[in-house]
């Protein structure tokens, strides 16, 4: 089967622009998370949904937003961006509960903000 | 929150050694332990987990042992090789999510 799809690979913006990042799910998977991957900071968890509703939220700022459709694709948008989020930001699938499966990553999202 | 701690940071080993990288946590309720092995440029792979109702778990040189009472568990890898060169995490259930740990960069010298 299809792993995770995330679009784009690669992404260079500058401060202050706003920046949108899609995931594209296993099939049947109704979970998507999203991690922000930093050298100092490891996989820091930004927000999950489940069946199109925000289940979960990390302790980001309000400007990290993001939207599940109803196939289950998820988007994670950035606003204003600032230089502290160059990152690699990671979704994950997964069936949604942490009962007895992990996740299945996708490839990232390498963003850099100059 | 849930506090994850990981253990080494960095591990240098020669090829052949084993290693050793031990994860503690302070949420009880936890009961199912993955980890994840994410090479230089990859995404993370899980590589194997265990379950609390389990003490070991083995898949070929890939060891997960479960402490509950300390609560911790480690990742044991015998008779390593370059490729098993990577970070590697621990991660916990937190709620329907998972914390994970700070990460262990694992080199194999030749």
């Known amino acids: 089967k299809a792993g995770v799809t995330q679009t784009p690979r690669y992404l260079i913006k500058t401060r202050g622009q706003q920046v949108t990042l899609s995931c594209s799910p296993i099939s049947g998977h109704r979970s998507v998370s999203w991690y922000q991957q930093t050298p100092g900071q490891g996989l820091q968890f930004l927000f999950e949904y489940f069946s199109e509703t925000q289940r979960n939220k990390g302790n980001f700022p309000g400007r990290f937003s993001g939207r599940q459709f109803s196939n289950s694709r998820s988007e994670m948008n950035v606003s204003t961006l600032e230089l502290g989020d160059s990152a690699l930001y990671l979704c994950?699938?997964?069936?949604?509960?942490?009962?007895?499966?992990?996740?299945?990553f996708g490839s990232g999202t390498r963003l850099t903000v100059v | 929150g849930e506090n994850v701690e990981q253990h080494p940071s960095t591990l240098s080993v020669q090829e052949g050694d084993s290693a050793v990288i031990k994860c503690t946590y302070s949420d009880s309720a936890s009961n199912y332990f993955p980890w994840y092995k994410q090479e230089l440029g990859k995404r993370p792979q899980l590589i194997i987990d265990?379950?609390?109702?389990?003490g070991e778990k083995k898949d070929q040189r890939i060891a997960v042992t479960l402490n509950k009472t300390a609560k911790h568990f480690s990742l044991h890898i015998t008779e390593t090789q370059p490729e098993d060169s990577a970070v590697y995490f621990c991660?916990?259930?937190?709620?329907?999510?998972?914390?994970f740990g700070p990460g262990t960069r694992l080199s194999v010298l030749p």
């Open positions: 265990i379950r609390s109702n389990v």
């Open positions: 991660a916990f259930p937190h709620g329907q999510n998972f914390v």
């Open positions: 994950a699938s997964s069936l949604g509960s942490t009962g007895g499966s992990g996740y299945t």
